[in-house]
């Protein structure tokens, strides 16, 4: 392997290398390391280097900067030696610049090292900004530093790092190989913030509940489960923080949210992460309307932030956010989507009609509101593609949800769903202590029968509401999901850093 390949085109010719190839490629780029390190050069001993610009400052700026100096820092992506000048690119955090190094501005010593540096390797630059010919704004360096050694190749040059099982268990190298996906994760951070900030002008204050928790409630889902040592009991990974939450209306907080992590033990694809990531709120003396306009605010507020209009598009498919956005019930969905009209129907009627349609119904749950919502879950669901509220839920599938006073099988509930998903969950809450400690119940008969996602008894949240929560109103919204939509991601692994990944054999 020639010193040309090492030292120069190492991003362009390194998905032609063999196993073998990368093997003598780590071996020399380490001698190259140990020969600066004899050298008393070791990269590894440098604790700072006083960054003061960025590529993309200087490109932005070219009026101001031109002829000035400045210092940058970042990664070597590209080299072209031409014996005693060179050109390279270096990646920062904010984009990538050419840097012009000559023989005769840092050195025969100093031009020496420069020619042993590889692809990957990160360094300081101290120069002046200038324009080539050709009109590429560049960096006249007069002097380079070594910062940071790299032993290992950078995927492709051109063609980015294309494994996606790769890419999400070295999101460190796919971050480097494909720089859009950083812009990604930018966005993630500012819808999160726009979040934030659109709470708190509403008057909500951020609150953070326990991660761990004795009893897994606020959701049917199964928990992970662990154990205190020093306590000598089982723990569980929060599912949801929604009872905790609401403990804190009962003391009396008026407007509360959150934003973490959540932990639930069920299957991966590509809309379902074992942790993820979820925005609740309670609002006190509030109704289930009064979420769909908090909800409709906040993506005015994200699209605003992001510099989105109203239409976006997402896997091809157009999409209209402009608020308000339509509101249907479940009943009407499914007369609408299906044909079929559950709503004076008895349990047996609704169980047969829906057998009829092709679904399966559990021996514990043909029942009227289980009939109605696997209808809806199985047909209706993947139509829903522009934005639609979906009130009114059975009782069965909503525990901690009031009931409606004109229909005691539904509850004052709904989720919003944008290109067929599921994208939030809200509660007119439910505040009656008696049903409550009912419908717990009724999740423990359920638990006691094989369901381990049904929920578990919570004596003391029963207590909290029996010193009296007020009328609430809450809702519970993914973030991953958001970001999936907002950013124009396939799968959930996209908007995660670091997703959950199977162990490499």
């Not at 390190?37 to 490109?59: C, M, R, W």
């Not at 059975?394 to 004052?412: C, G, M, N, Y």
């Amino acid at each position: 392997m020639n010193e040309k390949i090492i030292g120069e085109n190492i991003a362009e010719e390194e998905a032609e290398l063999s196993e073998q190839e990368k093997q003598d490629l780590l071996r020399i780029r380490k001698e190259k390391l140990n020969s600066f390190i004899e050298a008393g050069k070791n990269p590894y001993e440098i604790t700072k280097f006083d960054v003061k610009h960025t590529s993309k400052q200087i490109l932005d700026g070219i009026d101001k900067f031109e002829g000035k100096k400045v210092v940058i820092a970042g990664r070597i992506i590209s080299k072209r030696i031409m014996g005693k000048a060179s050109f390279a690119h270096i990646l920062d955090a904010k984009g990538q610049i050419q840097i012009y190094v000559k023989i005769d501005a840092v050195g025969a010593s100093c031009y020496e090292d420069w020619k042993k540096y590889d692809i990957g390797d990160i360094v300081g630059v101290v120069g002046k900004v200038f324009v080539t010919h050709k009109g590429e704004i560049s960096v006249a360096v007069e002097k380079i530093t070594l910062l940071s050694k790299s032993l290992l190749p950078l995927p492709e040059k051109w063609h980015g790092l294309k494994d996606n099982d790769l890419r999400y268990r070295q999101r460190y190298v796919d971050l480097i190989a494909n720089p859009s996906v950083k812009e990604t994760f930018v966005k993630r951070s500012k819808i999160i913030s726009a979040i934030r900030r659109h709470l708190e002008k509403k008057g909500f204050i951020e609150v953070e509940t326990p991660i761990l928790n004795t009893i897994p409630g606020g959701a049917n889902a199964r928990p992970f489960i662990t154990h205190h040592n020093t306590l000598d009991i089982e723990m569980y990974l929060r599912i949801a923080p929604e009872l905790y939450l609401k403990r804190l209306i009962v003391g009396g907080f008026d407007k509360v949210f959150e934003i973490g992590r959540l932990f639930r033990n069920e299957g991966m694809d590509i809309k379902h992460n074992p942790e993820f990531t979820t925005m609740e709120l309670y609002q006190a003396y509030a109704c289930l309307d009064d979420m769909a306009s908090l909800t409709e605010g906040l993506f005015d507020a994200i699209r605003k932030e992001l510099n989105l209009g109203e239409t976006i598009t997402y896997q091809g498919t157009e999409l209209n956010l402009k608020t308000p956005w339509e509101k249907l019930t479940m009943l009407q969905a499914i007369k609408k989507y299906v044909g079929v009209d559950y709503t004076n129907m008895n349990d047996e009627q609704a169980v047969a009609a829906a057998t009829e349609l092709g679904v399966e119904l559990d021996a514990n749950k043909r029942t009227w509101g289980n009939a109605v919502y696997e209808t809806f879950d199985t047909f209706v669901e993947e139509k829903l593609i522009q934005p639609v509220f979906i009130y009114d839920y059975p009782v069965e599938v909503s525990p901690l949800a009031k009931k409606k006073a004109d229909d005691k099988r539904l509850t004052h509930r709904f989720e919003f769903f944008i290109y067929g998903r599921e994208m939030g969950n809200a509660f007119g809450e439910l505040n009656d202590p008696v049903d409550q400690r009912a419908r717990f119940e009724a999740q423990v008969a359920l638990r006691s029968k094989g369901d381990d996602e049904a929920q578990m008894m919570d004596e003391d949240y029963v207590t909290a509401l029996e010193y009296g929560l007020p009328p609430t109103g809450g809702i519970g919204i993914g973030i991953d999901r958001l970001v999936m939509l907002l950013t124009d991601s396939f799968s959930i692994r996209d908007v995660l850093l670091f997703p959950t990944m199977k162990l490499k054999k």
